[in-house]
């Protein structure tokens, strides 16, 4: 019962020596890539670098505790960062103590919120999120993030809250490009890229194996970090107008109270549960795909509570919102980490890293943790998907296109709530409207499909309706009015069969449609007969009356309506002219 809330007590039954040492070694290999990491996506997140690295130490040791995956990393993240500075930078000025306060509250309400919602078992809560919908969205944040960055890289003073004002603002400046941050930011832009892809080819050919190539091009990051702060120092280029980061504070996290102040928590709230939101699907989608590859299972609702300890915990240590990372944590799992014991060995390395080696960042270009962000953002910029989704559905089509739109000329905020609202009404509108077919006898066979794409058989008095979805208050009143549409196109039509093989509910809504559709069939003289009713909804029937006031009967199978009712007046069965090559159901 104990390891069900704290699953440390499961893997750690059977810890070993040969699974600490793959665990240490994946650690070592995550921290090299984390600390550059942590550093640019502080910076995105407007706050100081340090703070990323202080949300990446106790996150990732209570995620260890509380986690259920075995290889997910725990951290900050492009998209997260960049929300919080949407919703921070809402409440105060970049720079200030009130901004650097607004994060940790950020961090500690969405801890909050996705603790209960774990406690609650609410996990399904996100699939409110559709695929478009996510897609778009992270397609939207990785256009952002990476136009909001150019200005390091230019060495420009710019600014904007959405996309055209970041543009504008960029444009603006641009006569006020600095040469020397432009000599440090597009080289280095260009080296991640290449080390992306073609670092591993090249160490490969250089005699080294797959897998060590493929560990030391991810930490391509790392060579560019410690060339650009060669450079700086060998050209002074600190007093030429690069910005480098400067002093950073040794030492532990320390210990931080989030903001009780009922005002700014108001807020904050909305945007602390879009975070929650949007990072534990992103996480949770990380975590079961790497969980798959080794089949191995999480628990969405544990995964819930494991990421609510991990952003209480960074919000008590200076952090900011964390979750688990698709990039750190492929790495964590082609490195071999065997447990979540890795994360915790992390953040050892990352501790390690604030008291012993920030004194070595001090001449760090700003433009090379800009260069790290771009490259890492717009590896998350899909643009197949469109294409693929006006082919498939033009309604997920529209909302992944409202999310991007919206995302990029509002913001981030009002960009997740458009793509959860379009995505949601459309569903409504597509449940108003479900699927029935007109269906008729496959010659030769017991099968029954529909009229307009195959070859069957009907008779004139018999009309087959295929009901394709459950019946609910969204659809009861549309199906009572196809059934009488169709019935009143029929005037030798005698009964009319509902074939109910794919209805899994029918409310009370569906119900009072049902009843007035057989007192209107009735009234007129025709049978309303049920088929392949399924045992639950049979068994709700049972508890009304609308068995005993059905005017036709309930059947077991299609085929055997069919056959009885078809030789209720002697005709013979004639082929339907209907029939479309397709073939498909």
């Given at each position: 019962?104990?390891?069900?809330?704290?699953?440390?007590?499961?893997?750690?039954?059977?810890?070993?020596?040969?699974?600490?040492?793959?665990?240490?070694?994946?650690?070592?290999?995550?921290?090299?890539?984390?600390?550059?990491?942590?550093?640019?996506?502080?910076?995105?997140a407007?706050?100081?670098?340090?703070?990323?690295?202080?949300?990446?130490?106790?996150?990732?040791?209570?995620?260890?505790?509380?986690?259920?995956?075995?290889?997910?990393?725990?951290?900050?993240?492009?998209?997260?960062?960049?929300?919080?500075?949407?919703?921070?930078?809402?409440?105060?000025?970049?720079?200030?103590?009130?901004?650097?306060?607004?994060?940790?509250?950020?961090?500690?309400?969405?801890?909050?919120?996705?603790?209960?919602?774990?406690?609650?078992?609410?996990g399904?809560?996100?699939?409110?999120?559709?695929?478009?919908?996510?897609?778009?969205?992270?397609?939207?944040?990785?256009?952002?993030?990476?136009?909001?960055?150019?200005?390091?890289?230019?060495?420009?003073?710019?600014?904007?809250?959405?996309?055209?004002?970041?543009?504008?603002?960029?444009?603006?400046?641009?006569?006020?490009?600095?040469?020397?941050?432009?000599?440090?930011?597009?080289?280095?832009?260009?080296?991640?890229?290449?080390?992306?892809?073609?670092?591993?080819?090249?160490?490969?050919?250089?005699?080294?194996?797959?897998?060590?190539?493929?560990?030391?091009?991810?930490?391509?990051?790392?060579?560019?970090?410690?060339?650009?702060?060669?450079?700086?120092?060998?050209?002074?280029?600190?007093?030429?107008?690069v910005k480098?980061?400067?002093?950073?504070?040794?030492?532990?996290?320390?210990?931080?109270?989030?903001?009780?102040?009922?005002?700014?928590?108001?807020?904050l709230?909305?945007?602390?549960?879009l975070?929650?939101?949007?990072?534990?699907?992103?996480?949770?989608?990380?975590?079961?795909?790497?969980?798959?590859?080794?089949?191995?299972?999480?628990?969405?609702?544990?995964?819930?509570?494991?990421?609510?300890?991990?952003?209480?915990?960074?919000?008590?240590?200076?952090?900011?919102?964390?979750?688990?990372?698709?990039?750190?944590?492929?790495?964590?799992?082609?490195?071999?980490?065997?447990?979540?014991?890795?994360?915790?060995?992390?953040?050892?390395?990352?501790?390690?890293?604030?008291?012993?080696?920030?004194?070595?960042?001090?001449?760090l270009?700003?433009?090379?943790?800009?260069?790290?962000?771009?490259?890492?953002?717009?590896?998350l910029?899909?643009?197949?998907?469109?294409?693929?989704?006006?082919?498939?559905?033009?309604?997920?089509?529209?909302?992944?296109?409202?999310?991007?739109?919206?995302?990029l000329?509002?913001?981030v905020?009002?960009?997740?709530?458009?793509?959860?609202?379009?995505?949601?009404?459309?569903?409504?509108?597509?449940?108003?409207?479900?699927?029935?077919?007109?269906?008729?006898?496959?010659?030769?066979?017991?099968?029954?499909?529909?009229?307009?794409?195959?070859?069957?058989?009907?008779?004139?008095?018999?009309?087959?309706?295929?009901?394709?979805?459950?019946?609910?208050?969204?659809?009861?009143?549309?199906?009572?009015?196809?059934?009488?549409?169709?019935?009143?196109?029929?005037?030798?039509?005698?009964h009319?069969?509902?074939?109910?093989?794919?209805?899994?509910?029918?409310?009370?809504?569906?119900?009072?449609?049902?009843?007035?559709?057989?007192?209107?069939?009735?009234?007129?003289?025709?049978?309303?007969?049920?088929?392949?009713?399924?045992?639950?909804?049979?068994?709700?029937?049972?508890?009304?009356?609308?068995?005993?006031?059905?005017?036709?009967?309930?059947?077991?199978?299609?085929?055997?309506?069919?056959?009885?009712?078809?030789?209720?007046?002697?005709?013979?069965?004639?082929?339907?002219?209907?029939?479309?090559?397709?073939?498909?159901?």
């Amino acid at each position: 019962m104990l390891s069900r809330y704290l699953p440390i007590l499961e893997w750690g039954r059977t810890y070993n020596r040969s699974i600490l040492t793959s665990d240490l070694v994946a650690a070592v290999i995550v921290t090299i890539m984390l600390i550059p990491q942590s550093l640019a996506y502080a910076l995105l997140a407007g706050l100081p670098p340090v703070v990323g690295l202080y949300a990446s130490i106790l996150p990732l040791v209570l995620y260890a505790i509380f986690g259920t995956s075995r290889t997910l990393a725990v951290g900050p993240v492009a998209v997260i960062s960049l929300m919080t500075a949407s919703a921070a930078g809402a409440v105060a000025a970049q720079g200030t103590a009130e901004y650097l306060e607004a994060a940790i509250t950020l961090a500690m309400l969405s801890g909050i919120m996705l603790a209960i919602l774990g406690f609650l078992r609410a996990g399904f809560l996100a699939n409110l999120l559709s695929h478009p919908v996510i897609s778009g969205f992270i397609t939207a944040s990785g256009i952002l993030i990476a136009t909001s960055q150019l200005k390091h890289i230019l060495g420009i003073t710019a600014g904007g809250d959405n996309w055209p004002e970041m543009l504008g603002s960029i444009a603006a400046s641009i006569g006020e490009t600095n040469p020397w941050t432009l000599a440090i930011g597009i080289p280095a832009t260009l080296f991640l890229f290449w080390v992306r892809k073609g670092g591993k080819p090249a160490l490969v050919a250089m005699g080294l194996g797959p897998r060590v190539a493929d560990m030391t091009a991810k930490a391509g990051p790392v060579a560019a970090v410690v060339l650009t702060i060669l450079a700086v120092r060998a050209l002074d280029l600190g007093e030429r107008g690069v910005k480098i980061v400067g002093a950073i504070p040794q030492g532990l996290p320390p210990f931080a109270v989030p903001s009780t102040d009922l005002s700014l928590i108001e807020q904050l709230w909305v945007p602390a549960l879009l975070i929650s939101i949007i990072g534990f699907v992103e996480s949770v989608s990380v975590a079961q795909t790497l969980a798959a590859k080794r089949r191995q299972r999480i628990s969405p609702d544990q995964e819930l509570v494991g990421l609510g300890a991990a952003n209480i915990a960074s919000a008590f240590s200076g952090g900011y919102p964390v979750t688990g990372g698709f990039a750190r944590s492929a790495v964590n799992f082609d490195a071999g980490a065997e447990t979540p014991a890795a994360g915790a060995f992390t953040a050892v390395g990352i501790a390690l890293a604030t008291l012993f080696l920030t004194p070595l960042l001090f001449s760090l270009p700003i433009a090379t943790l800009a260069a790290t962000i771009i490259v890492a953002v717009l590896s998350l910029v899909d643009l197949k998907t469109p294409g693929q989704l006006w082919r498939y559905s033009k309604a997920d089509f529209a909302a992944h296109v409202a999310t991007i739109a919206i995302t990029l000329l509002a913001g981030v905020e009002l960009g997740v709530i458009t793509g959860v609202a379009v995505g949601l009404l459309l569903y409504l509108y597509r449940a108003s409207r479900p699927h029935a077919a007109i269906v008729g006898r496959v010659p030769g066979t017991e099968h029954f499909r529909n009229v307009e794409r195959h070859e069957v058989f009907t008779v004139p008095h018999v009309l087959s309706i295929r009901i394709d979805e459950s019946l609910t208050y969204l659809n009861a009143r549309w199906l009572e009015e196809y059934v009488l549409e169709r019935v009143a196109e029929r005037p030798e039509l005698r009964h009319v069969i509902l074939m109910c093989s794919a209805v899994n509910e029918i409310d009370a809504s569906g119900l009072e449609s049902l009843e007035a559709i057989n007192h209107r069939l009735g009234d007129g003289g025709i049978g309303m007969h049920l088929s392949e009713v399924k045992g639950p909804v049979m068994d709700r029937l049972k508890r009304t009356h609308f068995l005993e006031e059905l005017n036709g009967k309930i059947f077991l199978s299609q085929e055997r309506a069919f056959g009885e009712l078809s030789r209720d007046n002697g005709e013979p069965a004639v082929p339907h002219d209907h029939y479309h090559a397709r073939g498909m159901i």
